[in-house]
């Protein structure tokens, strides 16, 4: 499965988009893009996941650039219960597994 | 209400005690998984069910074992081989064998062993 890296940290203003980038330069072709996200001392919500398009649901939107190297999840209007860490994870499905890094703590402010 | 339930969510052991955390999940999901995770870390994968009778390890599956009898449980025996079993452990499910599918997971099971 392809490595990512995140920032470690970042924050925005309650009601405002939040865009948290995601870096998967060696993705490969069968490759998914995954988002979670880890409020504290809490089990990880599943996000969204895209391959190729851009995806869109009731709690966010996934943009994957068009080399497929890097995307963005962007939470449109962020509330302070957003404030969690974020998790992007990219693999193949193969065997069902997912290496969890360590994410971007993205932090709301009032 | 479907979902996964962990218990208990705090456990307290003696070190060279073997404790076993309890994973249920009511979604019907063939696929389950443990995950581990130290402060400040991700989540590391210690073992993973495709299918009832049949597991694979995972990334540090050393000094834990597991089984899967019946499709809806799913326990982890920390043994008393793992030498840093103090962790947050975390139990998800998805609904096929794919990774496309995603996981749900529990709530969590606080182990600390002095």
């Known amino acids: 499965d392809a490595k990512t890296t995140q920032p470690t940290s970042m924050d925005c203003a309650e009601g405002r988009a939040a865009n948290l980038p995601c870096n998967h330069s060696?993705?490969?072709?069968?490759?998914?893009v995954y988002w979670y996200r880890q409020i504290h001392s809490q089990g990880p919500q599943y996000i969204i996941h895209?391959?190729?398009n851009n995806e869109t649901n009731e709690m966010a939107s996934l943009i994957i650039t068009e080399d497929r190297k890097s995307s963005t999840l962007i939470l449109p209007h962020a509330t302070l219960r957003d404030t969690a860490v974020y998790y992007c994870?990219?693999?193949?499905?193969?065997?069902?597994?997912?290496?969890f890094g360590k994410g971007i703590t993205l932090s709301v402010r009032p | 209400d479907g979902g996964i339930t962990q218990s208990p969510k705090y456990l307290f052991r003696k070190e060279g005690q073997n404790v076993t955390l309890s994973c249920e999940q009511n979604?019907?999901?063939?696929?389950m998984y443990w995950y581990r995770q130290d402060p400040g870390q991700g989540l590391r994968l210690i073992y993973y069910?495709?299918?009832?009778?049949?597991?694979q390890k995972g990334d540090i599956a050393e000094g834990y074992s597991v089984s899967r009898e019946k499709k809806e449980s799913f326990p982890l025996t920390v043994t008393s081989a793992q030498k840093n079993p103090t962790a947050f452990y975390l139990c998800?499910?998805?609904?096929?064998?794919?990774?496309?599918?995603?996981?749900?997971f529990g709530p969590g099971t606080r182990l600390t062993v002095t």
């Open positions: 998800a499910s998805s609904m096929g064998r794919a990774a496309i599918y995603e996981q749900y």
């Open positions: 060696t993705i490969s072709g069968n490759e998914y």
């Open positions: 069910s495709q299918i009832v009778n049949d597991f």
């Open positions: 979604l019907n999901h063939d696929a």
């Open positions: 895209g391959l190729k």
């Open positions: 994870i990219s693999g193949t499905g193969a065997n069902s597994k997912l290496t």
